[in-house]
């Protein structure tokens, strides 16, 4: 299986990001991915994967619960990921330090993902020479899928047009994610 870094994942080595990494380059990632042995766990559609790698960087989580120390940092507005993409209202805990991340969820898409995602922005992504691309990392506790944000699930229900990824919103899913983010933020 071979994985490689697309461009859009590249925004997690900027500042804002939700998971920012730390003191591990996109080339040094992606390495420890093709050199892993661990199973890839079934992401929200076919075309989408998890590969949970044990986090040695200064990597921090992506999200904190929401408690009355992390209320008074609670931020919103309105973010898009890339221009071209509808802005959608998110929230965050802005000013306070998230815990060291334990694991890092490295979200893969399939190449042919990749590739119809690329269609609908051209110019604007290369897509590798791949099985499956890295797509987001993001820092967790536990090496387990933290649920998609409710907004996640709703842009890319638009379509990948509107920035999403064109699958309809799984109601139990969803449900579930409410449930998580109703009492979490990310972290940035």
């Given at each position: ?7 859009f ?12 990494v730390?003191?591990?380059s ?7 991915c ?5 199973p ?11 590969l ?9 989580a ?8 992390t209320?008074?940092?609670l ?10 993409e ?16 334990i694991?890092?969820d490295v ?13 609908d ?26 649920p998609m ?5 709703m ?13 309809p919103?799984?109601v139990?899913?969803y ?11 990310a972290?940035?």
């Amino acid at each position: 299986m071979r994985i490689a870094m697309t461009e859009f994942a590249l925004r997690n080595w900027q500042e804002g990001a939700s998971t920012r990494v730390l003191g591990l380059s996109p080339d040094d990632l992606t390495a420890q991915c093709n050199v892993s042995d661990r199973p890839l766990a079934d992401g929200y559609a076919p075309f989408c994967k998890h590969l949970f790698l044990p986090n040695d960087s200064e990597t921090r989580a992506a999200f904190a619960p929401i408690t009355d120390e992390t209320r008074p940092f609670l931020r919103s507005g309105y973010l898009a990921r890339r221009q071209g993409e509808r802005a959608v209202l998110e929230r965050w805990i802005e000013g306070m330090e998230a815990p060291r991340a334990i694991w890092l969820d490295v979200i893969l898409y399939s190449h042919d993902q990749l590739l119809a995602e690329a269609r609908d922005y051209p110019g604007e992504q290369r897509v590798p020479d791949c099985e499956w691309g890295i797509v987001s990392i993001i820092g967790t506790l536990e090496p387990v899928e933290p649920p998609m944000p409710p907004i996640t699930q709703m842009r890319n229900a638009l379509g990948r047009e509107e920035g999403g990824s064109g699958v309809p919103i799984d109601v139990e899913a969803y449900d579930r994610a409410v449930a998580f983010w109703e009492h979490h933020a990310a972290v940035r």
